[in-house]
């Protein structure tokens, strides 16, 4: 049974997810696969999801209705970060971008939503603000917002929403020029956010002491994708490097 939230500022503790006590020091693995690949398959990424899950990992972030419900089936009691990515020609906004992409993520069996949070048309002109509200007042939904500045993500607390991650720095128009991890905007966004509003470090995270540098500049928690689900990208980047070196010279062991 859903809880029901009442008008107002999200209280995470009444939503059933975890507050920035419980989030500290988190970790949550960002559990998907590029299209085309067989890792796609809901059961081996629900493998994946407990895998990491049974050695440490706070939650996942899972990627469609399918897999979501793949991994609520195997791991019941899972904290799972939703979000389904669907393209519009109109739009370049692709997590969650609207309300029909958050309901069906909700039903699923997210316990926490996330949704593209920055101010880029939506497809369809469906605004943040209504989708924001719409969640709270009609599905009791907390939402991740998935941010690229520091202003976006201070004005997505305002709206209500319950986690702010800086997910999208390096892959919006705005930010192309930059790569993730978004160091430049933890601390400010840690001074600026509301004390009770969770900051999670996304995007980029490519070893465990980045991610240690990142709960030292002031995020709650890190998800981390490809440097520990992402077996297509991970072995596409050691053959291409591999492939830049000469071949060893031939040896002898007779």
Known sequence: MRPTISPGLPDTAAMGIP???????????????????????????????????????LGVRLESPEHIGAVRSRCPGA???????????????????????????????????????????????????????????????????????????????????????????????ATAAHAPPAWELLKPLRRQLPQHVPLICEGGIASACEAARALKAGADAVVVGTAITGVDLQVSAYVRAMGTLPAPEAQSFL
Do not use: F, H, N
Not at 23 to 51: D, F, K, N
Not at 120 to 135: K, N, T
């Open 79 to 173: 904290l799972i970060v939703g979000l389904w990515k669907r393209t519009w020609p109109e739009s370049a906004v692709y997590i969650t971008p609207g309300w029909e992409e958050i309901r069906a993520v909700w039903a699923a069996g997210a316990d926490v939503v996330a949704i593209d949070a920055t101010e880029r048309p939506r497809p369809g002109g469906e605004r943040l603000e209504d989708l924001v509200r719409r969640c709270r007042e009609e599905l009791g939904a907390p939402l991740m917002a998935d941010v690229d500045s520091v202003a976006q993500g201070v004005q997505a607390a305002q709206l209500g929403c319950s986690w702010v991650g800086t997910t999208l720095y390096g892959y919006t128009e």
């Open 19 to 57: 507050d920035r006590s419980r989030l500290a020091g988190g970790l949550i693995v960002s559990v998907q696969a590029p299209p085309g690949s067989p890792l796609r398959e809901p059961l081996v990424i629900a493998a994946m999801a407990e895998a990491s899950l049974s050695r440490g990992a």
